[in-house]
């Protein structure tokens, strides 16, 4: 029989579910050819599931569907989930509550470990940094999915025009969310706080601006079909020339449709609605200019450079001209890139190093039982179905490490890398299987870290809340979620 596997992975989001549901499935826990396992789960939130809960909009209720998945993943007797815990060689400023464990606790106490930790970091524009009237879309994704981190509401009741950088689907997400009534919004999963920001908003207008044109937007033509048929706003007609592709060019499936969507406009006509919105190709910001002093209206200004694509390179280039575009507040929505705080973080590629699934050391050497997933492996790109894929392959490439003469297990592993495996072992290789840090020992007696039981458990009652008020879910935040656990705790 193999050697015992204790794998720890660190993040909670989708990728990490989907690896250890593939291994659970693939070494069944009564075959007598399966390894001893266990497949501890860490993460800085103290509610699993990542952008699953703290991403998807919550008027997208069928995105979340997978969470029934990863439910029946934590009911394996080998898993074990570790909210409110932060791996790493510092403390995280950003969520003071959570539980700092240092890494070395870990590869004290695993014989094989995943990072799974995504791309949690917003890509701020070299031009506009964070101000009083720029800030990063994901504060607002975090505001309304009320994420641990816990960003102050935009003073939506002060603004009266919004400007998007980045043509997107998170993009298109916070514009849709601010263009419909919080009457219709009060069904999803929506927090009550949120809603009432949302009710005394005086957004009329939202931009959206990309500096490449509609072939090369990043959103979906999904995203795109429901803004155009938004009950309570109408779609800014575009310039025809705009829409018509160059000769020569044969158009995909998906720009065929964005073009056929983006001719025929709004379900209502341009003026008909209180609100509207309008799409903004080959422009990217140059300057913003605040307020003066003497204007009695909040409004800024923000400077956009004209360009063009170079047909050598598809890049936007400037063409030299600029115009000037009057907002109250610019959002960018740029991207994500992984945390630079995080082991084995490579600043050129802007995630973890990384190579078909293993971490890699600076001369490219494999680093034995130490492997990446998801956004934190191959950047911040692609959706639920890609993430899956690359998590599948993933689990079959620690598979391999674990049981590579098996034949009782069949994969669709790819063939190994052509790269050598590093010298030195950073991980135990017997570990006690059900042995736990002693930090986590002691922050669950002292209720600072949740475990997949708890979970459970605040998932009902935010439901329960939900039903009572006509909606999907009432959520909770940390201080009011740990008294909640520590109730349940004491109850008999």
């Known amino acids: 029989m193999p050697p015992p596997v204790k794998l720890a992975i660190i993040g909670g989001g989708p990728s990490a579910f989907y690896v250890a549901s593939r291994l659970l499935s693939l070494l069944p826990l009564k075959d007598p050819m399966s390894p001893p396992l266990r497949v501890h789960m860490y993460d800085r939130l103290w509610a699993p599931h990542g952008l699953v809960r703290y991403g998807v909009a919550p008027d997208h209720p069928e995105v979340k569907n997978c969470t029934n998945k990863f439910d029946a993943t934590a ?5 074990r989930f570790f909210g409110n815990v932060n791996v790493g060689s510092t403390p995280l400023h950003s969520i003071p509550h959570a539980l700092h464990l240092p890494l070395t606790s870990i590869l004290n106490n695993y014989s094989h470990l995943l990072f799974a930790t995504g791309c949690t970091m917003p890509t701020q524009h070299p031009v506009i940094p964070p101000s009083a009237w720029c800030i990063p879309a994901l504060s607002l994704v975090h505001w309304y999915t009320q994420h641990p981190s816990q960003p102050p509401p935009p003073a939506l009741d002060k603004i009266s025009h919004l400007t998007l950088i980045g043509q997107g689907n998170v993009s298109l997400d916070i514009a849709r969310i601010l263009l419909t009534s919080p009457s219709v919004l009060r069904q999803y999963d929506v927090p009550e706080h949120v809603l ?5 908003s005086t957004v009329k207008h939202v931009s959206i601006v990309g500096r490449r044109g509609p072939l090369e937007v990043a959103f979906t033509t999904k995203e795109l079909r429901e803004m155009i048929n938004l009950p309570e706003a109408s779609m800014v007609p575009i310039e025809p020339a705009l829409l018509t592709p160059p000769s020569g060019v044969t158009l995909t499936r998906q720009q065929r449709r964005t073009l056929e969507l983006l001719q025929k ?9 209180p609100k509207s919105w309008s799409l903004h190709f080959y422009r990217s910001p140059a300057s913003l200019t605040p307020p003066s002093s003497a204007s009695a209206l909040d409004i800024a200004n923000l400077t956009l450079a004209h360009t063009r694509l170079d047909p050598a390179t598809s890049r936007a280039v400037p063409t030299g001209e600029t115009s000037t575009l009057s907002t109250s507040l610019v959002v960018t929505s740029l991207g994500f890139y992984a945390d630079p705080e995080t082991t084995f973080f490579d600043p050129a590629l802007r995630h973890l190093r990384s190579s078909a699934g293993r971490i ?43 049981v590579p003469s098996s034949e009782a297990v069949t994969t669709t592993a790819p063939p190994p890398p052509e ?18 840090p002693s930090e986590i020992d002691h922050g669950i007696k002292d209720g600072m870290v949740t475990q997949y039981d ?15 008020l006509g909606k999907e879910r009432e959520r909770m935040g940390w201080n009011e979620a740990l008294s ?8 008999p």
């Open 360 to 402: 890699t050391s600076s001369e490219g050497s494999a680093l034995k039982n130490i492997y990446a997933s998801g956004w934190a492996a191959n950047g911040a790109k692609g959706v639920l179905a890609s993430t899956m894929i690359d998590a599948y392959a993933v689990a079959s490439t620690i598979l391999s490490d674990v």
């Open 75 to 79: 009911t394996d007797p080998r898993f």
């Open 196 to 200: 009432e920001v949302l009710s005394r």
């Open 454 to 468: 708890d979970w459970k458990v605040i998932d009902a009652e935010e439901i329960r809340r939900g039903e009572a």
């Open 484 to 491: 909640f656990i520590a109730l349940s705790r004491a109850r």
């Open 419 to 436: 790269m050598g495996m590093a010298p030195d072992e950073l991980l135990d290789r017997r570990p006690d299987l059900d042995a736990l």
């Open 265 to 273: 406009g709004s379900k209502n006509l341009p003026g008909s609605t």
